[in-house]
């Protein structure tokens, strides 16, 4: 779809993160946008930003001619290859919605996911094809097509849709900020995936807040190991080089590959969850070259903090956003200030997350698990006093698709002095702010735990027990009803600590727990037998509801 504006000389822009490409193929029409590595390895595949405008101007006019137009859902199940971002850039340009979900959640959650979108259309490789037509995916899809060279189970291939709108020209639809541009599931590690609807507003919002919080400018090249990411570096003026490695297994990934893809390609920016991090720190070769570092996902442990700082250049920073899926960025801090923090953490402050990013309105309301209709400045707690994050921002998104539930409870809304309206989002965590307005991270609100007693809060108590040497990682979980739960504390050892040392480290553990006033409320320690279960997005968040359920099954003492 074309769309000028006949009635201006100097038409203005449509909101769209695809609207950049076709200057940026103007203006440097040969760097490239994007390298991905081939099917026999290496990196044998780059696309030019003239080539990247160019192809999905005519992916995006194949798709129109096939109904997929501005305000189409599109499920989109592609790997991480040129199709993956030749596809998203040709259905933002159509003003399509596409729905993106974790290919590796539970089935069932997935098939859920797909129903709630209502889909119009599938895009997908062969076996995605196969697993939509074999488990019922997405049934409300009128049209399919497959990335395959035929089109089995589909009714067109990518490539014949490509080659139908290679004469269209430009495509870009006049999307305006209100439109939705996306909605992209949560990962569903602490409940039922959600479909979180963006607005074309809110992705502009975000590649204008992390350019200017990060320092990206133009020209750099960037190793993005959380794919959706690698959307915002067109935007941005930078060259995406796609890792070698299963996206959804990032603690997985083979270190020299991504050593070998930094050195190559001169990669000076590199996103990537705690997991990854620990990879590359544990592989312990310097990070030459590298400028910018950020991590999300969850908390990167202070001992991978130090490490990486140390195989990084002196001048490079490390950047720790906070946010969610719902709100990204919320605050941030750099690796250096945090590490100047770690002992307050070991001693159970929390983990400080950092100053909001400009213009986000951070605020802290009391601790409540209903819906909260309407702001009232009298749910504001102040005073270093511990109360659920908040969020007001131009990042911010509203609503949860066909989830009214779930949407009442995540958000509220504020009427201004202005008489304007706008939505706060509950990012459902605790946290505090300290005297120099800094915002510290105490755990998710759904996992603290209520005894008689107190209220005990996950990244409060956590950190305390994971300095003992033996220790690889622990994770709260409360038993019982609320208001009466008992704390119990499940322990992950390190590689090589025999079970049978287990009553020795549980008696140093009750010893250090006992040194602090809330961590002496733990009065069960288990250990945990394998590796906790964490999320599939970023192999990083502690399934503590699955560890909680196990802690159930236990015999207790």
């Not at 312990?284 to 700082?309: R, Y």
Request: net charge positive; glycine share 8%.
């Amino acid at each position: 779809m074309t769309t000028t504006d006949t009635k201006a000389a100097t038409p203005a822009r449509p909101c769209n993160i695809a609207a950049s490409l076709p200057r940026l193929a103007r203006e440097r029409p040969d760097q490239i946008a994007m390298r991905c590595p081939g099917r026999g390895g290496g990196y044998d595949i780059a696309l030019s930003y003239a080539e990247l405008d160019a192809r999905s101007d005519a992916i995006a006019a194949g798709l129109a001619q096939r109904g997929i137009v501005r305000g189409t859902r599109t499920v989109l199940m592609v790997r991480p290859t040129p199709e993956f971002f030749l596809l998203m850039f040709a259905l933002f340009k159509a003003g399509a919605v596409p729905v993106l979900v974790d290919p590796g959640i539970d089935k069932r959650a997935l098939k859920q996911c797909l129903d709630e979108a209502q889909a119009e259309a599938f895009i997908g490789i062969p076996l995605a094809l196969f697993a939509r037509a074999l488990l019922g995916w997405a049934r409300s899809a009128r049209m399919r097509i497959t990335t395959g060279a035929r089109a089995i189970l589909a009714d067109a291939t990518l490539a014949d849709v490509e080659r139908d709108g290679a004469h269209a020209g430009p495509q870009l639809a006049d999307t305006q900020p209100d439109d939705i541009a996306a909605i992209l599931f949560t990962s569903g590690s602490t409940g039922v995936p959600k479909g979180v609807v963006y607005r074309h507003r809110h992705f502009v919002a975000q590649i204008a807040m992390m350019g200017e919080a990060f320092g990206i400018a133009p020209g750099g090249a960037n190793l993005p190991t959380f794919p959706p990411f690698a959307l915002f570096d067109p935007a941005l003026g930078t060259t995406s080089v796609i890792p070698d490695m299963d996206p959804t297994r990032p603690a997985k990934a083979d270190p020299r590959k991504l050593h070998a893809a930094i050195a190559r390609f001169g990669v000076d920016q590199l996103f990537g969850s705690p997991a990854l991090m620990r990879v590359l720190t544990d592989h312990g070769q310097p990070l030459q070259g590298l400028k910018t570092v950020m991590s999300a996902g969850a908390p990167v442990p202070a001992d991978v903090v130090a490490m990486l700082l140390e195989l990084l250049p002196p001048d490079a920073k490390f950047w720790t956003p906070y946010g969610a899926t719902e709100c990204l960025p919320v605050a941030v801090i750099e690796g250096r200030e945090l590490l100047t923090l770690r002992a307050r953490t070991e001693h159970g402050a929390g983990t400080c997350v950092g100053r909001p990013v400009p213009p986000n309105d951070v605020r802290l309301i009391r601790v409540d698990d209903a819906a909260i209709e309407t702001w009232s400045d009298d749910l504001i707690v102040k005073g270093g006093l511990v109360g659920e994050i908040t969020i007001a921002g131009p990042t911010a998104t509203d609503t949860y698709f066909n989830r009214d539930a779930a949407t009442r409870i995540a958000k509220i809304r504020e009427t201004r002095a202005d008489g304007s309206t706008r939505i706060v989002h509950r990012m459902g965590d605790l946290g505090y702010y300290d005297g120099e307005g800094r915002l510290w991270f105490c755990g998710r609100k759904t996992q603290r735990v209520v005894t008689a007693e107190t209220t005990l809060c996950t990244e409060q108590i956590e950190p305390v027990f994971n300095t003992h040497r033996d220790v690889r990682r622990t994770a709260l979980v409360g038993l019982g009803n609320v208001g009466a739960q008992r704390a119990v504390l499940c322990v992950e050892l390190r590689a090589g600590v025999a079970a049978t040392e287990w009553p020795r480290i549980e008696e140093e553990l009750r010893h250090l727990g006992e040194g602090f006033v809330h961590t002496a409320k733990v009065d069960v320690f288990l250990r945990y037998p394998k590796a906790f279960p964490v999320d599939i997005r970023h192999n990083a968040k502690i399934g503590r509801e699955k560890l909680a359920a196990w802690a159930a099954k236990q015999r207790l003492r």
